[in-house]
């Protein structure tokens, strides 16, 4: 057990939201704590969609407030993390000229039960006021409408009931698990005093002091003048776990699978489709790394610990998808990672979850009896506005220590998105050249990590050994990221630092070799590593629809 630490603010949960918090904190000069139960990242943060949108469905519900603050989230995103937040070209196949407006009226003046089906005029009207939300710092290309040939001509495989498609530009990321990890090194890089960890249990306070109990059997007692709490779907056990019990949150849960289908990626051709299922529902389907990710459901949720996208979820999607694109064929033998997360909303008493808000708020609790310390709670939020939310949350602690802001975020790059060369083949060819790596290697190795690929390219040096069965990563890569990324689990190395287990390109034998690397920077002996790999295959089996072979 350490000594008391006194910081500024300690925040408790280290999802896209308390990260993103900590950042800005970090970068105003306050020393702070982040601590997270998991991994950063391994929460609700780790299951989008992976949008980084403006949320144009928001339009339906009249949330033109989060529309304009996602709108512009975005473009900043696409030029601060621009190593993985990209533009993303998207179709919304229309089946009717006229349907849905008088429904459109209802639900944008509060109900919540209206049927929804939304015709040609509906959505033409919808896409032109999200361009114009999108107007400030404007990065992408203005909408289109398409006739039904032209959609067809494009995305043959396309249902023939269409009238025509709306095309737009919106952006998704690529490894938001890694931006996550890279938003809270960020945050360390600037202020070298605060801490930082995952695999974190929080483990008691008196009011004053707040105990928590790290990954290699340390402790840590906290002394701050704030708690966050930026738990998500956890946040009400969390304010009863600090003895201030809430009901802030009532989550809806959500799904996605991803099929190893070349066909669909053919047809899609960079494109997302973003589609009306069957019962009205928006969903989605789209590239993610080669493979075919669609998404997602939205259900009453259970446990955020044990969430996992069930058989009832599979048949919805593959069904939505055959009438969709009824030139394909789809079956559960194309799945080849599947995964679940609880979107942290506010308690609500809508009768169709997707029409509560995806508006974000930090309701506060005051000191009260023997808690010396306020708690601020992150209550709902998209991905695409942790800035915007921290920014806002940052200014209610600043102005509460008496601290002022100094440092904006909004033109801050992230992570891999730092010095972005505006010549990407020049600067591959010069890292190659000091590093003696080849330049395709630099390349691939650019285009997942961004500028931290020249520190991976010296590190592997000119002869990258591919790991077995996943050409692509290389051993020394894993070495890397083992040393200087916080990994404490092999799971955090298949299902966060790299993209191998949502690809579905993790095989028994790579996820051996993987433990053996990690063993040895780690220090696990025989026993822990056989631990971790067997933990690591019943997580992917159970939770993710995966079978290793
Ligand atoms: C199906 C689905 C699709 C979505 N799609 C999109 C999208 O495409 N675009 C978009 O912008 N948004 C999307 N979202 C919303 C977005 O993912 C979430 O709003 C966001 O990730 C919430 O982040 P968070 O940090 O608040 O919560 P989380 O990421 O859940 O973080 C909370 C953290 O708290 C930790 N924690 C819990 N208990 C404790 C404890 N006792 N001590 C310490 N730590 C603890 C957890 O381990 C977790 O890491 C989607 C959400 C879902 C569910």
Not at 382 to 407: D, M, N, P, Q, S
Request: charged residues 25%; contains cysteine.
């Amino acid at each position: 057990m350490t000594g008391e630490t006194t910081i500024d603010v300690l925040i408790l949960g280290a999802g896209i939201n308390g990260a993103g918090l900590f950042r800005d904190l970090c970068e105003q000069g306050l020393t702070c704590a982040i601590v997270d139960k998991g991994d950063f990242g391994s929460g609700t943060s780790a299951a989008p969609s992976r949008l980084i949108h403006g949320g144009i469905k928001y339009l339906e519900t009249g949330e033109f407030r989060l529309v304009a603050q996602s709108t512009l989230e975005r473009n900043l995103l696409l030029r601060n993390a621009p190593h993985c937040v990209r533009p993303l070209p998207t179709v919304i196949p229309i089946f009717s000229w006229l349907k849905g407006i008088p429904a459109a009226i209802r639900t944008l003046f509060g109900s919540t039960t209206a049927p929804r089906s939304r015709g040609a005029l509906l959505i033409k009207a919808g896409l032109a006021i999200y361009d114009a939300y999108g107007a400030r710092n404007r990065v992408l290309p203005r909408h289109r409408m398409w006739g039904r040939a032209r959609a067809l001509r494009e995305i043959p495989p396309l249902t023939p009931r269409i009238v025509a498609a709306g095309h737009y530009y919106d952006a998704t990321v690529t490894h938001p698990e890694r931006l996550v990890l890279e938003v809270v090194l960020d945050g360390l890089r600037a202020s070298p005093r605060s801490i930082a960890l995952n695999h974190a249990r929080l483990d008691g306070t008196d009011g004053r002091l707040v105990r928590v109990a790290g990954p290699h059997g340390d402790g840590h007692v906290f002394h701050p003048r704030i708690v966050v709490n930026a738990a998500g779907p956890w946040i009400d056990s969390v304010n009863a776990a600090l003895g201030a019990p809430t009901e802030l949150v009532g989550g809806t849960k959500g799904s996605h699978i991803l099929l190893d289908h070349p066909d669909l990626i053919r047809a899609l051709n960079g494109h997302m489709i973003y589609f009306e299922a069957e019962d009205g529902r928006i969903c989605l389907v789209l590239e993610h790394l080669g493979r075919a990710l669609v998404g997602s459901t939205d259900r009453r949720a259970g446990d955020p610990d044990a969430v996992r996208c069930e058989d009832d979820e599979v048949a919805y999607f593959l069904g939505s998808l055959r009438d969709l694109l009824p030139g394909l064929g789809f079956s559960e033998a194309q799945i080849v990672h599947a995964y679940s997360g609880i979107r942290p909303l506010p308690n609500s008493d809508a009768a169709d979850p997707g029409l509560i808000s995806r508006d974000h708020s930090a309701p506060l609790a005051e000191p009260a009896g023997a808690r010396e310390w306020p708690i601020l709670s992150l209550v709902g939020g998209k991905w695409t506005t942790f800035r915007g939310f921290a920014e806002e949350v940052a200014g209610t602690v600043l102005a509460r220590l008496g601290h002022t802001r100094r440092v904006s975020t909004r033109a801050l790059a992230i992570g891999g998105g730092r010095d972005f060369p505006a010549e990407p083949g020049r600067w591959i060819r010069e890292v190659a050249a000091t590093t003696g790596a080849q330049e395709a290697r630099v390349a691939a190795l650019f285009d997942r990590y961004g500028t931290h690929a020249r520190d991976i390219a010296a590190h592997e040096g000119p002869g990258p050994v591919p790991l077995p069965d996943a050409q692509h990563y290389s051993e020394q890569e894993i070495d890397w990221s083992t040393k200087h990324e916080r990994v404490v689990h092999l799971d955090d190395l298949v299902l966060r630092r790299t993209d191998l287990a949502i690809t579905g390109r993790l095989t028994r034998r790579g996820l051996e070799r993987i433990a053996e690397i990690a063993a040895a920077t780690l220090g696990w002996d025989d026993h822990r590593r056989a631990q971790e790999v067997d933990m690591t295959r019943r997580l992917l089996e159970e939770r993710h629809r995966m079978r290793l072979i």
